[in-house]
């Protein structure tokens, strides 16, 4: 690679993981696995060795992490807390065991413990007592956690039995069990479901593993808070200026004696291979385990020998961690179906034979498009790998093409819609193949339906997904329109199926019949936008919606416009276009229109909206970070209705940033170094007025 390329690589590298370390350590939200930054750091170390002038002085592969939080008391580390280095194979296990022989000989004994899946603390003791908890923070200083770390239980407050240092710091894993875990985003899931959050933004909401809802909940400020989430902690390793014993594994009984809680998953092995045999057990033990673990940690064990062994600028020359890969196990291919969705879109499923994976039993994968079944290449009955990472569906990986039998076909993708048989259409550069038979497909008109009441469009929420069913089985409903048509004597006593079961029945009672003719008739305040987004014109979400209300006022002049028209308004564009006007070029949908506008349906921007819309802010965009005096929404709001754009995050082509209070100190660090103009509520008020 040339200097040039390898600049633009090295800046690019560095600002993706300095984004993921923020994710991880502030946000407690990460948006890729362990194993992708560790390969996105390992080609960032590679260039920074070849291309050594060319490193950033902050680059991520020079720093521990780091979680400092604001609120905090910041306290320096005595020891310094460092990372350990990741190997994720035997091979590269065999190549730590030959740099540790190449040094001290092979006279010595490993530990083998479990790598615990949470977040590190360092505790330190004074005559027994505790006396302050740190997080790792950037491995020099971390947040003094006392407080928080002071509720959980197994962390005791006082030392018991003797010969513990007058000083020492003991290191160690908070996390949170699965159980509890489980409970508690449960919990979280109904307090949001309360305050009316979707579907869609409660999952951005939930904590997506046990890690982290232990990290959002030591970071809290409020140790009350954190005493009702309950915290766990296994301590590992022991800082004293004496030490307590001669091996890491006596001073973990040592621990164990004074009171701490110390996993009873810690092995001496006496080889590497007997380290091997420890991470294979482990890795199919894992699932059984109560709490997660993402590896296992091999230390030398005598500290005479760690001693002689010493430190690289970021790791200790005598410990590694060995990371277990994604899971995945072997199942067979029974027939792949096809799911068809309310835009038409279909999506192929692989049945597979149910297998046990990562604690839950797989039956269904994801094939994504007909792209991905030739990328895999799949042929009738194929053995496939699948594999299961965090909370994400399961995926086929590859093929075994070992246990493939002679005379298999190849999978040819279906010609027909499973549901109406219609032929199936794939438009050029597109990768779904589409129904196009949008009005007469059943999952697409029950789809389109639900849609259309959902809590963002219409939010007619007295009707559930099976009712729309029900209504629709029975004939009383075929389209949306139809719903506005629905009478007190059609719903009293409809007795309909519920699920999958047959035998399962609902029948509608005064109450429910009443909250959804009330709801019904509700959504006709729903403002024009809304409507909009709700008729489930294809590539037309919630922003294209918007935009497209602005822009036209009413339904009849997007009815009447062209497709240039429509494309050349602000990051709309050709493809939304073509679907706006092909959306709008079909009779039913006319129809279906027409009768939404004799049921009284907004379809036209208010009065009071389209007086309070200016230009002054044409073409300029704004991100809103804080709080402000007004609601964040309504701030949004003011920028659009004056035409200006909202935009999430922080570039070079960003106009402002209005900055409110409590902004997050690295997007205002971001706007600085990149120049981009930071105004206050004020000064944007100014502006439009
Ligand atoms: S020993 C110098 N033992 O993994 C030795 N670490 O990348 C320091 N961890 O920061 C660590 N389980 O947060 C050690 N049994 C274990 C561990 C463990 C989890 C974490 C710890 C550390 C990171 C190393």
Redesign the pocket.
């Known amino acids: 690679m040339d200097e040039t390329a390898a600049k633009l690589k090295i800046d690019k590298l560095t600002e993706e993981l300095t984004q993921h370390n923020y994710n991880y350590y502030i946000l407690s939200q990460p948006t890729i696995s362990d194993f992708e930054f560790d390969v996105l750091l390992k080609e960032l170390e590679k260039l920074e060795a070849e291309f050594p002038h060319l490193v950033h002085i902050n680059s991520p592969t020079q720093k521990v992490g780091g979680d400092i939080t604001k609120g905090f008391k910041q306290v320096a580390h005595k020891y310094p807390?460092?990372?350990?280095g990741?190997t994720y194979s035997e091979e590269e296990l065999n190549d730590f065991d030959d740099r540790v022989k190449k040094s001290i000989g092979s006279n010595f004994n490993y530990v083998a413990?479990?790598?615990?899946?949470?977040?590190?603390i360092s505790i330190t003791y004074e005559k027994g007592q505790l006396i302050r908890a740190v997080t790792?923070g950037d491995g020099t200083k971390g947040d003094d956690v006392t407080a928080n770390v002071k509720t959980i239980k197994t962390v005791p407050q006082q030392l018991k039995g003797e010969g513990y240092p007058d000083t020492f710091e003991i290191?160690g894993?908070i996390f949170m069990h699965r159980k509890t875990f489980e409970k508690l985003n449960d919990e979280y899931r109904q307090e949001l479901l309360l305050k009316g959050y979707d579907d869609d933004e409660i999952k951005e909401r939930l904590y997506k593993n046990p890690r982290n809802f232990a990290s959002g909940t030591l970071k809290m400020q409020d140790s009350a808070e954190v005493a009702k989430r309950p915290l766990d902690c296994?301590l590992?390793?022991i800082y004293s200026d004496n030490q307590v014993a001669d091996s890491h594994y006596q001073s973990l009984i040592k621990a164990k004696e004074w009171g701490f809680q110390v996993?009873e998953h810690a092995r001496v092995c006496q080889n590497i291979q007997e380290v091997m045999d420890f991470i294979r057990f482990y890795d199919k033990q894992r699932e059984s385990l109560s709490f997660e673990i993402d590896g296992v940690?091999i230390?030398v064990n005598q500290y005479a020998q760690q001693l002689e062994l010493g430190f690289t600028a970021k790791n200790?020359r005598w410990?590694i961690?060995y990371k277990y890969k994604a899971q995945s196990v072997l199942s067979q291919l029974e027939k792949i179906t096809y799911q068809v969705g309310r835009t038409g879109a279909i999506t192929p499923v692989a049945n597979l034979t149910p297998v046990q994976l990562a604690g839950t039993t797989v039956k269904r994968a994801s094939l994504y498009n007909a792209d991905e079944i030739e990328r895999l290449d799949l042929h009738e009955n194929d053995w496939v790998y699948v594999e299961k990472g965090g909370e994400i569906i399961p995926k086929i990986v590859s093929v075994n093409l070992l246990k493939r039998n002679v005379n298999a076909l190849k999978i040819t993708y279906a010609l027909n819609c499973p549901e109406c048989n219609t032929p199936l259409i794939r438009r050029e550069g597109e990768a779904l193949h589409y129904c196009p038979n949008e009005n007469g497909c059943q999952p697409q008109l029950i789809g389109k339906i639900e849609h259309f009441i959902g809590r963002r469009a219409m939010n007619i929420d007295s009707l559930g997904s099976e009712t729309v069913a029900g209504l629709y089985q029975k004939g009383l409903i075929k389209n949306y329109a139809d719903l506005y048509d629905l009478t007190f004597d059609q719903l009293i006593g409809l007795e309909f199926e519920v699920g999958e079961d047959e035998k399962k029945k609902r029948s509608l009672k005064d109450k429910s019949v009443d909250n959804i003719l009330t709801g019904i008739n509700e959504s006709k305040k729903v403002p024009f936008e809304r409507v909009l987004f709700a008729l489930g014109i294809r590539m037309v979400g919630e922003t294209v919606a918007k935009k497209l209300a602005k822009h036209f006022i009413t339904i009849d002049k997007i009815i009447a416009a062209t497709r240039e028209e429509i494309a050349s308004i602000y990051e709309i564009g050709d493809k939304i276009a073509d679907q706006v006007t092909r959306y709008f070029a079909d009779g039913a949908n006319i129809n279906t229109i027409n009768k939404l506008k004799l049921k009284g349906i907004q379809l036209a921007l208010h009065e009071d909206e389209q007086l309070n819309r200016t230009d002054k802010l044409a073409a300029k965009s704004f991100l809103v970070s804080g709080t402000f005096t007004i609601s964040r929404d309504e701030l949004k709001k003011l920028i659009e209705n004056n035409g200006g754009r909202n935009v999430g995050s922080i570039s070079k082509s960003l106009n402002y940033l209005i900055a409110g209070d409590k902004m997050g100190p690295e997007k205002l660090k971001k706007a600085t170094d990149l120049g981009i103009p930071i105004i206050s509520e004020e000064q944007f008020m100014e502006m439009i007025h």
């Open positions: 807390m460092l990372s350990l990741n413990e479990l790598k615990f899946d949470g977040l590190a790792r290191r894993e296994f590992y390793f996993s940690v230390k200790p410990a961690s």
